[in-house]
């Protein structure tokens, strides 16, 4: 992968950090190497804003314009570990927010990342930050929204909590496809994955923001 971020996260004067960021994930109980080694080459702090930076390496969300926030990254991980990535698969993310799981789903082998954002800002900084991926694309979209483009997604990962996953979003899969969501219940929220008959499979309960339809009137 080319792109933001990318050679920094492969210095050599960076190597010592990045080791210390995947195994206090990896003390955490995270296990999948790929994703481990995505998180290792794709520097979290290349998408964390200048006044942030010094906190990108610990596990905890960070905030961003316009009220949103990064996702802790041993959340990040889960999820990712849930959507089961394999190289050359089309994968719609909903919430780019900063780009850092975009980067991190290309980096994982996605084939084409069609990535939905309702904030013109977070959409239009995330495509800077992004456009050496020729395989990802940053669009201001509503995510929430039936209308999605396109469909015949392999994967689906949603940057957020629902109360329930809407049945056009697992209409979008390709048979045999995958999506993975914070589910909100009782319990709080949970990562969820399902596949197209829409039996969810929970897991960890962790913190994500709910995600809210429409397109941002705040820029």
């Known amino acids: 992968m080319s792109g933001a971020g990318a050679d920094d996260a492969e210095a050599p004067g960076d190597a010592v950090g990045n080791a210390a960021f995947v195994l206090a994930l990896r003390e955490r109980g995270l296990r999948d190497t790929a994703v481990l080694r995505a998180m290792e080459l794709v520097p979290r702090e290349a998408f964390a804003p200048p006044e942030h930076r010094a906190l990108a390496r610990r596990d905890i969300a960070l905030p961003l314009p316009c009220g949103a926030s990064m996702t802790a990254p041993g959340t990040v991980a889960a999820m990712l570990a849930g959507l089961r990535v394999a190289p050359g698969q089309r994968v719609l993310e909903i919430g780019?927010?900063?780009?850092?799981?975009?980067?991190?789903?290309?980096?994982?082998?996605?084939?084409?990342?069609?990535?939905?954002?309702?904030?013109?800002?977070?959409?239009?900084?995330?495509?800077?930050?992004?456009?050496?991926?020729?395989?990802?694309?940053?669009?201001?979209?509503?995510?929430?929204?039936?209308?999605?483009?396109?469909?015949?997604?392999?994967?689906?990962?949603?940057?957020?909590?629902?109360?329930?996953?809407?049945?056009?979003?697992?209409?979008?899969?390709?048979?045999?496809?995958?999506?993975?969501?914070?589910?909100?219940?009782?319990?709080?929220?949970?990562?969820?994955?399902?596949?197209?008959?829409?039996?969810?499979?929970?897991?960890?309960?962790?913190?994500?923001?709910?995600?809210?339809?429409?397109?941002?009137?705040?820029?």
């Open 96 to 219: 780019t927010g900063s780009g850092y799981v975009t980067a991190l789903l290309a980096r994982l082998g996605a084939g084409a990342v069609l990535s939905l954002e309702r904030y013109a800002t977070l959409a239009g900084e995330a495509a800077a930050r992004l456009a050496g991926l020729p395989e990802v694309h940053v669009v201001r979209a509503d995510g929430l929204s039936p209308a999605l483009p396109d469909g015949g997604f392999d994967r689906i990962l949603v940057n957020g909590s629902v109360d329930a996953v809407p049945p056009h979003w697992l209409a979008a899969l390709e048979p045999g496809g995958r999506l993975v969501a914070g589910l909100s219940g009782p319990d709080g929220c949970r990562i969820a994955a399902l596949g197209p008959d829409g039996t969810p499979e929970t897991g960890a309960t962790v913190r994500l923001a709910a995600l809210v339809p429409g397109l941002a009137r705040v820029l």
